[in-house]
């Protein structure tokens, strides 16, 4: 099994691009949801999804869209790249409801720098 | 959102010395979980505790669950070098089940 799969593993952008991020899973899970990492915070939430076409703002949302068209893939969309998402994103998968389904599993993470 | 307060943030041992990590909130979680992430990976489960005052044990790891499910630690004994990384709690959410808030992270270095 692949697990969860991001692609790509770095980018560069100038402000004002815009880009999307790839998240697939083939584990057949219902949640999806994407982190951003930044020193000294944890993982902050900008979006997830309960379900093929489902989705909801999480924390940090803001400058970010998502889409779940399938139960595989959850994209994450940067409108206008800022030098404040310069991070590190992970999109993690998780078979849903329940306390041991929100058990998580990552994607290698996609390191970003807006310039 | 729930606020998970882990401390320290960062933590530097000498192989052989046993250490503890806390996760503490004001709020109740239906069930707590500890990852590890290393330098340029994703984070991976290591153990996830349901029950209030339950422990679990993972080779030298041993977890606990607070009485009231609103505080857990994580506690390392004999630490090896091994164990470098980066220690994240995270709790689900009792009202959105799905969703899970992440602590800041402890960067744990051991130092041969």
């Known amino acids: 099994n692949a697990g969860v799969t991001q692609t790509p593993k770095f980018q560069v952008l100038k402000t004002g691009q815009s880009m999307t991020l790839q998240c697939a899973q083939d584990?057949?899970?219902?949640?999806m949801s994407w982190y951003r990492q930044d020193p000294g915070m944890g993982l902050r939430l900008i979006h997830y999804s309960v379900g093929a076409g489902i989705t909801d703002q999480g924390e940090v949302p803001n400058g970010y869209n998502v889409s779940r068209s399938t139960t595989e893939d959850f994209p994450l969309r940067l409108l206008s790249a800022a030098p404040s998402q310069t991070s590190v994103y992970f999109c993690?998968?998780?078979?849903?409801?329940?306390?041991?389904?929100?058990?998580?599993?990552f994607g290698q993470g996609t390191r970003l720098t807006v310039v | 959102t729930q606020l998970l307060e882990q401390s320290p943030q960062f933590l530097s041992i000498q192989e052989g010395e046993n250490l503890t990590v806390y996760c503490n909130s004001s709020s109740v979680f239906s069930s707590l979980q500890w990852y590890r992430q290393e330098p340029g990976e994703g984070p991976v489960l290591l153990v996830t505790v349901v029950t209030g005052g339950e422990v679990k044990k993972l080779k030298r790891l041993t977890f606990q669950f607070g009485d009231a499910r609103k505080d857990s630690s994580l506690h390392i004994t004999a630490a090896q070098p091994g164990d470098t990384g980066l220690y994240l709690c995270?709790?689900?959410?009792?009202?959105?089940?799905?969703?899970?808030?992440f602590g800041e992270g402890t960067q744990l270095t051991v130092n041969p």
């Open positions: 995270a709790g689900a959410e009792e009202t959105s089940g799905s969703r899970l808030t």
């Open positions: 584990m057949n899970h219902e949640y």
């Open positions: 993690a998968s998780s078979r849903g409801y329940g306390p041991v389904d929100t058990e998580a599993f």
